[in-house]
């Protein structure tokens, strides 16, 4: 089963950790849709050099993928985030954070938080195996 990852969050402030997480879904065998193509040698312009385009093209990934993965060091998250998160829930897609949010109205019980890639993927396969549509006749 492919599992594809976006990552969001305040990218640009965190570039080693960005690349880092990204690093540790591939190893899991997840594929990030966002962001992608990373260079390990200019992690930092990539991320700020995102321009409203790829925020509209991210959103498009949010809505089509399995898993939306907020690095929220501290628990903040912004107003950006939140639509992304709101997009999330619409899709049906999983969400997780890196950290507990600090605002009492996303410590929901869908948003997961601290999982390791390793835990997510596995967490995501087995929920999608339990809720796998049964053909009926």
Not at 65 to 75: K, R, W
Not at 114 to 121: L, M, N, Q, R, S
């Amino acid at each position: 089963m492919n599992l594809n990852v976006v990552i969001t969050g305040n990218l640009s402030k965190m570039p080693e950790l960005v690349s880092a997480k990204a690093k540790e879904f591939e190893d899991v065998g997840m594929h990030v849709v966002f962001p992608k193509n990373l260079n390990s040698t200019n992690i930092r312009e990539q991320l700020l050099s995102l321009r409203r385009d790829e925020a509209r093209l991210k959103r498009e990934e949010i809505s089509q993928n399995s898993i939306l993965y907020i690095l929220n060091p501290g628990g903040g998250i912004s107003p950006n985030t939140n639509i992304e998160i709101g997009l999330a829930m619409a899709s049906g897609t999983h969400i997780f954070c890196s950290e507990k949010p600090t605002a009492p109205e996303l410590q929901l019980h869908w948003i997961k938080v601290g999982k390791t890639a390793e835990e997510i993927k596995s967490e995501v396969e087995a929920f999608n195996i339990k809720n796998k549509p049964r053909c009926r006749i």
